[in-house]
Nanobody, 124 residues
Framework: QVQPVESGGGLVQAGGSLRLSCAAS????????MGWFRQAPGKEREFVAS????????YYVDSVKGRFTISRGNAKNTVYLQMNSLKPEDTAVYYC?????????????????WGQGTQVTVSS
């Protein structure tokens, strides 16, 4: 089993950048598809980005394409979400998740392990 732990959230101004990290507690993420989801106040949790276990395939929700980048560390035990050109609508709690899937990793049911979340707030 593996327990994702997120870090790197905070308060930034619109147009700024932030880098989120997801570290493994227990087994590494080497054999898992990894995903980032977010939940804004009063809204359902939505998919943001995913990366395959090999790190060779990535997928993003349209609203963050060109601004966000998901990546894996060389040891495959850390996953990052680089967020650039942040907008107020990016404000949410961001969750890291791990799971086994042959799909794109954009659905919550593809993940078995979830982190506690980290708050990202983008001010106007």
């Amino acid at each position: 089993q593996v327990q994702p732990v997120e870090s790197g959230g905070g308060l930034v101004q619109a147009g700024g950048s932030l880098r989120l990290s997801c570290a493994a507690s227990g087994r590494t993420f080497s054999s898992y598809t990894m995903g980032w989801f977010r939940q804004a106040p009063g809204k359902e949790r939505e998919f943001v980005a995913s990366i395959s276990w090999s790190g060779t395939s990535t997928y993003y929700v349209d609203s963050v394409k060109g601004r966000f980048t998901i990546s894996r560390g060389n040891a495959k035990n850390t996953v990052y979400l680089q967020m650039n050109s942040l907008k107020p609508e990016d404000t949410a709690v961001y969750y890291c998740a791990a799971g086994f899937t042959n799909g794109l990793g954009s659905r919550e049911y593809e993940y078995s392990y979830w982190g506690q979340g980290t708050q990202v707030t983008v001010s106007s």
